[in-house]
């Protein structure tokens, strides 16, 4: 019965370098949320995505990072050309419903470090 | 001002206290959750409620709308408590948790 699935769980890149995390949901769910941590702050949305589709990407920086949800596979969170500050944990949950009606299941989270 | 504030920041108890952690919220939720985030990193979904009160082996949360205030409680806390515990709100008009900045709680032995 596995839970929400990340990887890698550590991930270092070089400034300019591409940076690709990937969050299996848990079975049966359908509703993928990212969410960034960054060193000594809260956790912030992201994006949420529905199969195949982005429902709300607002907390996500308009350039250079683009998320998706394909009808097989991962969700995958990509960043383009890294620099320093997206040094990160970056955490994935899923959940059966969206709107907040069924608790989000967390993933252990992707940390990112820029060289 | 933070949507979402708790209290406080860092805790330190003995074994066996009783814990309370508070969370306060200036918006309209249609539900709140506490979440516990280990040393390691890893978050762990502790609760969602809306209304009223839940408990979990030693643990309690408990909600009133009215007041948008919320408690998590640790009944004989143990060192194996120790993490940050998170609430964060989802607003009836969002799609997506806003959360406060954690609270670092430390039981010692």
Avoid at chain 1, 64 to 86: C, M, N, T, W, Y
Avoid at chain 2, 20 to 41: E, K, M
Wanted: hydrophobic residues 35%.
């Amino acid at each position: 019965n596995a839970g929400v699935m990340q990887n890698p769980r550590h991930l270092v890149r070089r400034r300019g370098q591409e940076a690709r995390l990937r969050c299996s949901p848990m079975k049966g769910h359908s509703h993928v949320y990212w969410y960034r941590q960054l060193p000594e702050e809260g956790l912030k949305f992201m994006v949420y995505l529905q199969k195949e589709n982005i429902i709300d990407e607002s907390g996500m920086p308009k350039e250079r990072f683009s998320a998706e949800f394909p009808k097989e596979g991962p969700s995958i969170l990509r960043i383009q050309q890294v620099v320093r500050g997206d040094s990160a944990a970056y955490f994935c949950a899923s959940s059966s419903q969206g709107r907040g009606s069924q608790p989000q299941h967390f993933g252990d989270g992707t940390r990112l470090s820029i060289l | 001002k933070n949507e979402v504030e708790q209290s406080p920041q860092n805790l330190t108890a003995q074994e066996g206290e009783f814990i309370t952690i508070n969370c306060s919220y200036s918006v309209g939720i249609s539900a709140l959750h506490w979440l516990q985030q280990h040393p390691g990193g890893g978050i762990v979904s502790l609760f969602m409620l809306s209304s009223g009160k839940k408990k979990h082996g030693r643990l309690i949360a408990t909600i009133n709308i009215q007041e948008k205030h919320s408690s998590l409680h640790i009944t004989a806390s143990h060192p194996r408590d120790s993490a940050v515990y998170i609430c964060a709100v989802f607003s009836g008009s969002a799609r997506q948790l806003t959360f406060g900045s954690g609270t670092q709680l430390t039981v010692l032995p």
